[in-house]
């Protein structure tokens, strides 16, 4: 006897509060930001919650036990009853947790039943207990003993272990080596404690094996999902670089750097595309076909992201290459059109906007294939936008053929094409900037240059969406044509 304890109950004070300090320790962990799944998670707080509850009832039972006023009959019986109660449910959700891992789909289900029955009988079994003793029964002076039929109190506990560790053997590659080991480890001491509890009655060797398979469970899993956050932080910065790279990879296939053609005097050309995403399915385009003929192209491929981007820079390259050899816009965008529908198992699809301008005449011959339309200004008026004819989207269907329209620029002449994200994107309160902004807009800056109309209707759209998330990529293409100095 040490201050009035037998040297049993010494013993467990000090299980008791290495498991407080274990489990305690184990829900803060997990509540503080554990990269764990959030429906794991919930069953590990719950799991070391129970593994609490179960050792503070048998604490408060130790403390009631030997003192015979009416609090401590009451606190002593329902600390044990809870005790009892607690340690079924603490094995039930350490069998949910293999359940979790193992995911073994509809038959987890049944699993789950049986378990529920088993929980639901030793409930019962409790129940009963309090009117006939037969699990255990308190003395006059309040102490606790086992009644003849404790055995059959653990019949539940043993079931649904044996249950868990046919589980854990059937599912096995399904579990992380170390978690393996630490739930072999949990699954099999509260056996050999009960065992061990047979002869030595007085000392919870139940506690000590639950706090120290708790605490191995708890380590195990920490440094499992520590080392997957870090391989996936690892993963996702190299996926970071690739998109950094894609994104400036992308950028750098569009024409960038203005004034694009600073030798030529008779026409002036600017453009930019703001991507929703790091990359962008929206791309524009122009080039020298011949000393006389400037290739003018702006494109919306369907979709967003990576898959766009990709069906952009094939979209872009062909059309430039067949542009190139002289066809006209009708023939070019027959002729990508054809080519991407014929490998296409994506089934996506870009509108295209496609005007060739003969640089002596001003006569801009275009076609458009599912595209917004486009603004002229003349020379001596205001920015008006040309209905032009609509053919399909490039890429719907194979056969498609596309009519060709032309326009008379005058020196002077501005002509400004977009992608659909500009008369699209939206405010906070899902309102469309819409064409007549545009419009207004493109009015409101007519008198300058490309460069200057281009980032007026910029500052616009910005202006209206404000804060709202930017939905869809933002493409601008602004041409002057200014004609032969004579």
Known sequence: MVYGLSYANLINIVFIALGLGICSTSIMVLGA????????????QQ????????????????????????????????????????????????????????????????????FMVLLAIHTIGLIVNLFTNFYYVFDEANMY???????????????????????????????D???KIALWVFLISPLVALA?????????FVILATVISAGHLNLAVIMIQGERYEKQRKEKARLDTE?????????????????????????????????????????????????SHLGIVIADVSGKGIPAALFMMVSKIMIQNVAMMGSSPAEVLRFVN?????????????????????????????????????????????????????????????????????????????????????????DADNKFYGTDRLLQSLIASESGTPTEIIHSVDASVKAFVKEAPQFDDLTMLCLEYVGKKI
């Not at 930001?33 to 590990?44: E, L, N, R, S």
């Open 196 to 204: 061990l509890q047979f002869f030595f009655q007085q000392v919870q």
């Open 177 to 179: 080596k170390r978690l």
């Open 338 to 426: 054809n080519q991407l529908c014929s490998n296409n198992p994506e089934e996506m699809f870009v509108s295209v906007w496609y005007g060739s301008l003969d640089l002596e005449t001003g006569i801009l011959t275009a076609a458009n294939a599912g595209h917004e339309y486009p603004f002229l200004k003349e020379p001596d008026g205001s920015f008006k936008m040309v209905k032009d004819r609509h053919g399909l989207v490039i890429g719907g269907m194979e056969g498609v053929r596309y009519s060709e329209y032309e326009l008379q620029l005058d020196p002077g002449a501005k002509l400004f094409i977009y992608t659909d994200g500009i008369p699209e994107a939206t």
């Open 33 to 44: 930001g554990m990269h764990i799944a959030k429906d794991a998670k919930v069953i590990f």
């Open 243 to 291: 998109l950094t790279m894609a994104t400036r990879i992308q950028a750098e296939t569009l024409p960038n750097i203005f004034p694009a053609f600073p030798d030529r005097e008779d026409f002036n050309v600017f453009a930019s595309m703001n991507p929703a995403k790091e990359v962008g399915g929206d791309f524009y385009d122009f080039f020298l076909i011949d000393e």
């Open 47 to 114: 799991f070391f919650t129970l593994i609490n509850t179960y050792i503070t009832m048998h604490l408060i039972r130790m403390i009631c036990e030997g003192h015979t006023g009416f609090g401590f009959l009451i606190g002593a019986r329902a600390a044990t009853f809870i005790e009892f109660f607690v340690s079924g449910l603490m094995i039930y959700m350490l069998s949910l947790l293999i359940l979790y891992v193992a995911s073994p789909g509809k038959v987890g289900h049944t699993i789950n039943k049986v």
């Open 145 to 175: 003993h086992r009644a003849r039929g404790y055995g059959y109190s653990n019949i539940m506990h043993i079931l649904m272990l044996f249950q868990s560790i046919f589980l854990l053997i059937k599912y096995r590659k399904k579990f």
